[in-house]
């Protein structure tokens, strides 16, 4: 599940910084809110890589996508990029259990088939 969720939150990582660039466009914001904004949600993206198998990584990674998502009240393209996201981010959590548990399956037959050493 790790690898899958890390690919996923990296790509949500460059996906931020460039909506970052996007959003200097927008007259209202300045650039000191626009980077502080967009550097905390990618600085989460890295730190939520390494503890998104620990408990409570997958919800604060809930968390960030619903973020995302509503960030596309500064930069309306993130309202689609970010539903993208929370896809991808559904199934790197489904599918990556499913991968964790086959895992474990295979390990197990694997240990339970060797002959013990004496």
């Known amino acids: ?3 899958l969720c890390a690919s996923t939150l ?5 996906v931020i910084g460039f909506a970052g660039l996007v959003a200097m466009k927008d007259p209202d914001l300045t650039a000191s809110t626009v980077w502080t904004v967009s550097g905390i ?3 989460l993206c890295v730190a939520l890589c390494g503890v998104v198998t620990r408990p409570g990584g997958v919800a604060l990674g809930w968390i960030l996508q619903v973020a ?3 960030s596309g009240f500064a930069v309306p393209t ?5 539903a993208v996201f929370a896809a991808l981010w559904w199934a ?3 599918y990556g259990r499913k991968i964790d ?4 399956r295979f390990a197990a037959q694997a240990d339970s088939s060797t002959p013990d050493a004496v």
């Open 1 to 3: 599940m790790r690898t």
């Open 10 to 14: 990296i790509g949500e990582f460059f």
């Open 41 to 43: 949600a990618m600085f």
């Open 68 to 70: 995302l998502i509503a």
């Open 78 to 82: 993130m309202f689609f990029l970010g």
């Open 92 to 94: 790197s959590v489904h």
């Open 101 to 104: 548990e086959a895992k474990a």
